[in-house]
């Protein structure tokens, strides 16, 4: 059973940084297209980032460009979320996301192609 643990949320005031980590387990070593996706109340969830197997490709959304920046490490089984210039309208409960099996990352990061989830972490930015 595949399980991931996501860390390094908290709170920061605007022009900050945090960096997030999500801990895989249940994997040899960490495969597939894996992203990171975020939620506020109300709304629907959505894809911030991912990133391919080799690292070699990475998608982010226009909110974020420029700014976040995904990347993995598969001998650790650790995904990671460095972001940066934090704003307020950064603040959600962040997810990681894998998909299943070895399955290359779609054009863009939607729910549905992800079938193991953590259980969010908060970030919260203040102005």
């Known amino acids: 059973q595949v399980q991931l643990v996501e860390s390094g949320g908290g709170s920061v005031q605007a022009g900050g940084s945090l960096r997030l980590s999500c801990s895989a387990s249940g994997y040899g070593s960490l495969r597939g297209c894996m992203g990171w996706f975020r939620q506020t109340p109300g709304k629907e969830r959505e894809g911030v980032a991912q990133?391919?197997?080799?690292?070699?490709?990475?998608y982010y959304s226009e909110s974020v460009e420029g700014r976040f920046t995904i990347s993995r490490d598969n001998n650790k089984n650790t995904l990671y979320l460095q972001m940066t210039s934090l704003r307020p309208e950064d603040t959600a409960m962040y997810y990681c996301?894998?998909?299943?099996?070895?399955?290359?990352?779609?054009?863009?990061?939607?729910?549905?192609?992800?079938?193991?989830w953590g259980q969010g972490i908060q970030v919260t930015v203040s102005s």
């Open positions: 990133i391919s197997e080799s690292s070699r490709s990475a």
């Open positions: 996301a894998a998909r299943r099996f070895a399955y290359g990352c779609s054009p863009r990061p939607v729910v549905p192609d992800f079938t193991f």
